[in-house]
């Protein structure tokens, strides 16, 4: 599970993507920053495939992910870029949170 | 891109924001400007703040190097957007010939030995980012760079992997060098929050 940082601008960051009103819920939106962050292990909520896939490609393999075909199903371009910037940030803070995490033990 | 609208324009605000910038900047503005300012409420502003900190805010990195740690995290990602954009900056800072050397070998490059380990470091985070922990650290510190300085970096990388992963998800449209190359000198000296918008 993806710790909230402590870096007041990263927090910052991390609180908008999960709790500013959008087409998707914020509870949509935290489900998304925590797959990300953490893996298919957590679910984004039931029906919800293609979106879980593209948020996997956001973490894991950006290039992949496939924003065209959630648009041509029928997802609005806002869905689809809350979702990307979601997943994004939720990869993006994973990957240092263990040595930010680190770094703060050697601080103490 | 590949969200239109978003390109495009969408909405009086958005449209009214990338007018202001195609006017300051005397050109179409790039996808990652039209992406930051599209409902910046959500990503784009507190976003642009956070850049803004790690690569300009007080720090015993110069501005050039931090580019420079920017561009080596968006060309470990494979990020062509981000990559072309940042190494504009960093080669306007610390001249082409140090930047290109730094990409292509950052153990050779003729950098300082503090900015070396923050590149080795940052190598590392890019390969296996749960294998960097207090031991990689403690080494970082032995090779010249402070906690602070460490700090700094990793929050370079933490946002440059959160750019990265937009950029090619919704698919930037990279312009020619020239373009980056004109936009470099107004980024390297204001930054990257641009206040009211």
Redesign the interface.
Known sequence: MLIPPANPQARALYDAVTTKPGETSAELRRRVVERAASGPGVTIGPAMAELEAFVDAVALDPRAADAAGLLERGHSEDVVFEVAVAAAVGAGLARVEGALEALRGLKQ | M?????ARG?GVAHRLKLGVVRVVSGGPPSDVVR?LL??S???G???R??IH??LRGPSEWTAGERELFATFVSQCN?CAFCTAAHRAVAERALGDRVVRAALDDWRSAPVSGPVRTALGLLER?CRA??A???A???QA?AGGVS?EG??NV??I???????????????FDVPPPAVFAHEAETLLRLGYDYGPL
């Open positions: 590949r969200l239109r609208g978003v969408h992406l599209y409902r409420e959500l990503f502003a507190p976003l703040r956070y900190a790690a494979r985070l980012p749960e960097v922990g207090e990689e650290l403690r510190i906690p460490l700090e990793l929050h990388a933490a946002v440059f992997n959160v750019i990265n992963r937009v950029a090619d998800a919704l698919g």
